[in-house]
């Protein structure tokens, strides 16, 4: 079964600093690009970082772009969030994409990890 | 303009069809994708490349687009199906993915 599993949210105080994981199992981790996709309370979803298969390519939504560092290793994918503003508080989704490289076609979620940006 | 638009929210009867919008000019090169998603609940993929379905889920959801616009269909509405549901696009010149703002059904 594949399945994706996240951890390091929490409370964090405004300009400061977390690093989400996503563990992953089920798969040949590096034959698919790895997303990070946000939802903020009660609303919509949000793309935030894709990483390639083979963790050479990133990409980065604007708003996150220079704060946010996605990365990746043997079974894992990171998301480093820095300099952190009330409004990136949301549940942070890690999703595996299709293919090694970004589409969008994101077949399956973890359960998500909440970061509450708050002083 | 890289957004996609959806209607807030849509309502059906149990057992009747439903059909939720997604627009953009994006769509006008690129494909749709959609997303349901349940209270409480992550993301499920739906519908790619316009219309095809992952395995596992069922023939009355399908999908189309024409134009700028994407169309997700429920054929014979279920009330399990309520929730919110999502389409998305993959902007290729700019490497982006561009979520709509979600339309949330109602199964009367």
């Known amino acids: 079964d594949v399945q994706l599993l996240e951890s390091g949210g929490g409370l964090v105080q405004p300009g400061g600093s977390l690093r989400l994981s996503c563990a992953s199992s089920g798969f040949r981790f590096r034959d698919y690009a790895m997303a990070w996709v946000r939802q903020a309370p009660g609303k919509g979803l949000q793309w935030v970082s894709t990483?390639?298969?083979?963790?050479?390519t990133t990409h980065y939504a604007d708003l996150v772009k220079g704060r946010f560092t996605v990365s990746r290793d043997f079974s894992n994918t990171y998301l480093q969030l820095t300099n952190l503003r009330a409004e990136d508080t949301a549940v942070y989704y890690c999703?595996?994409?299709?293919?090694?490289?970004?589409?969008?076609?994101?077949?399956?979620w973890g359960q998500g990890t909440l970061v509450t940006v708050s002083s | 303009s890289s957004e996609l638009t959806q209607d807030p929210a849509v309502s059906v009867a149990l057992g009747q069809t439903v059909r939720i919008t997604c627009q953009g000019d994006i769509l006008s090169s690129y494909s749709a994708t959609w997303y349901q998603q349940k209270p409480g609940q992550a993301p499920i993929f739906l519908i790619y490349?316009?219309?095809e379905r992952p395995s596992g889920v069922p023939d009355r959801f399908s999908g189309s687009r024409s134009g700028n616009k994407a169309s997700l269909t429920i054929t014979g509405a279920l009330a399990e199906d309520e929730g919110d549901y999502y389409c998305?696009?993959?902007?290729?010149?700019?490497?982006?993915?561009?979520f709509g703002g979600g339309t949330k059904m109602a199964v009367l």
């Open positions: 998305l696009s993959h902007d290729s010149t700019s490497d982006r993915l561009i």
């Open positions: 490349f316009d219309k």
């Open positions: 990483i390639s298969g083979s963790g050479g």
């Open positions: 999703a595996k994409d299709s293919f090694p490289t970004l589409t969008g076609w994101l077949g399956t």
